[in-house]
């Protein structure tokens, strides 16, 4: 099942399988912004990651002598998702847990994720309940990538408002993180940057994103709201950028695999509910 939603500019495809976005076309500048499924690249185009981000180096978590079996970046992007609430320009979906979810991770979770647009871009809510009578620990993600001429020179990511900590880069996919970490304005984007994998970015939170062109101009930014980190990735030698707001991070290489221990997981207590939320806009001339 695919929902489609649009305005005067843009016309936009979430398939019902992960509540992924597939297309962002923009009518004004005829083109795609959302990087297209490709296999042997990255065949995705923007991904929901719950109840963990990144690499499980334990291939699951403990709550504390309960071992859970999960895949990296949790379950969530393999969920369905039904529609809640629609109107032409913003949909509202839900996915919630099932026997199957529950086999893995026993709690009932509950998510809805909304999606509108405005003239310049498209604004994503995520919203976690904690249906169940336990609290749970949980890590919360989006993983869209852009389709953006990145394998020519001179891109440069840019942080408005407040340097962020970083850049802290992935090793086999797994991050440490120094006690005094470092502060940065800005990212270039070379032809080296991702080698070794994706790059992160702490005290990310209420921050303004810009991609800038070698050029000088902005292609689009990106509002992290109160998302801690985030995750700039790409396949080198391909015009991906993937550009991630994330609550949590990939293991640490020494990480010992408690669940509450995991960096950047929030506990959510019964009956209640964290939103998150993101937006996207992008330029009306590259």
Known sequence: MIWQLENPRFCVDINA????????WDRRQNREWLWQATPGVWNNSATQLFPVTGRLIHQGVWEGADFYA????????????????????WLTLEAMATDKTLSVWPWRWRIQVTFSLDDTGIRVCQRVFNDDVRPFWFSLGWHPGFSLPITRPGWQVEFVGKPVHGPFYTRDRTLVVPDNPPETWRFLLTAECFKSGAVYFGNSQEQRVIVRS??????????????GWLVLWGVPGSDLLCIEPLAGTTD????????????????????????????VGFAVDE
Do not use: W, Y
């Not at 999960?70 to 320009?89: A, I, M, N, W």
């Not at 669940?259 to 964290?274: A, F, I, S, T, Y």
């Open 17 to 24: 399988s992960g509540a992924e976005l597939t297309r962002i």
């Open 214 to 227: 070698p050029q000088g101009q902005i292609a689009l930014t990106l509002e992290t709201g109160m998302q």
């Open 70 to 89: 999960l895949p990296d970046h949790g379950f969530l992007r393999h969920q369905t998702f039904t529609c809640v609430e629609r109107c032409h320009d």
């Open 252 to 279: 640490d290489p020494e990480f010992q695999g408690q669940v509450m221990n995991k960096r950047g997981m929030r506990c959510l207590v019964p009956g209640e509910c964290q939103c998150f939320e993101t937006r």
